[in-house]
């Protein structure tokens, strides 16, 4: 079974602000991730596919990078709206497994 | 563009069962891979199964394969998660999405609390 950790647990960001959230697997999975956004009483977002590919819709603020088991998201010049908890997924079609990480917060500082 | 709507709130009892549907409108309904996730109250992600109606078989996340049921009906666009054995833990927010390639769109999510 492959694990997915997050760091930091919690992020405080002044809005304006870069940052970075960091997801590392327990073994390779090439680029088979995925990033999400969810905010309090919502479903959660997809943001990125691919370890790098945006989403329909996305904001180019937002970027994904990495392979193999150190994968990262950076949001370029925070905005209000993007604050909540992101979480990152590792995918595999066949045979299916799906696993998420606990997710990291990102808050007003 | 695919769209999710799921049915509403449940209340059950310890020992019961439940079901949740989860409706899709365009797109070719057949074709799409609809997976079954839930999150605990304060908690993660965690998937459950998915189905492809085409295909007709379902696959199960091994934590759940006794107690999980997903079917689909081609002539209302809807897949169903029908869950046996509830207890306190099951009591969660259960979503439904597309895949693959990352979970897009989700549906609203339905909340499902067990207690006596």
């Known amino acids: 079974e492959i694990v997915m950790t997050q760091s930091p647990a919690t992020l405080s960001v002044s809005p304006g602000d870069r940052a970075t959230l960091s997801c590392r697997a327990t073994q390779s999975i090439g680029t088979n991730l995925a990033w999400y956004q969810q905010k309090p009483g919502q479903a959660p977002r997809l943001l990125i596919y691919?370890?790098?590919t945006r989403a329909n819709g996305i904001p180019a603020r937002f970027s994904g990078s990495g392979s193999g088991t150190e994968f990262s998201l950076t949001i370029r010049s925070l905005q209000s709206e993007d604050f909540g908890i992101y979480y990152c997924q590792y995918y595999n079609n066949w045979p299916p497994e799906y696993s998420f990480g606990q997710g990291t917060k990102v808050e007003i500082k | 563009q695919v769209q999710l709507v799921q049915s509403g709130a449940e209340v059950k009892k310890p020992g019961s069962s439940v079901k949740v549907s989860c409706t899709a409108s365009g797109g070719t309904f057949s074709r799409h891979t609809i997976s079954w996730l839930r999150q605990a109250p304060g908690q993660g992600l965690e998937w459950m199964g998915r189905i492809t109606p085409v295909l007709e078989t379902p696959n199960y996340a091994q934590k759940f394969q006794d107690r999980v049921t997903i079917t689909a009906d081609e002539s209302t666009s809807t897949v169903y998660l029908q869950l046996t054995g509830l207890t306190s833990d099951d009591t969660a927010v259960y979503y439904c999405a597309r895949d693959p390639m990352g979970f897009d769109p989700w549906g609203q999510g339905t909340l499902v609390t067990v207690s006596s």
């Open positions: 691919t370890a790098s």
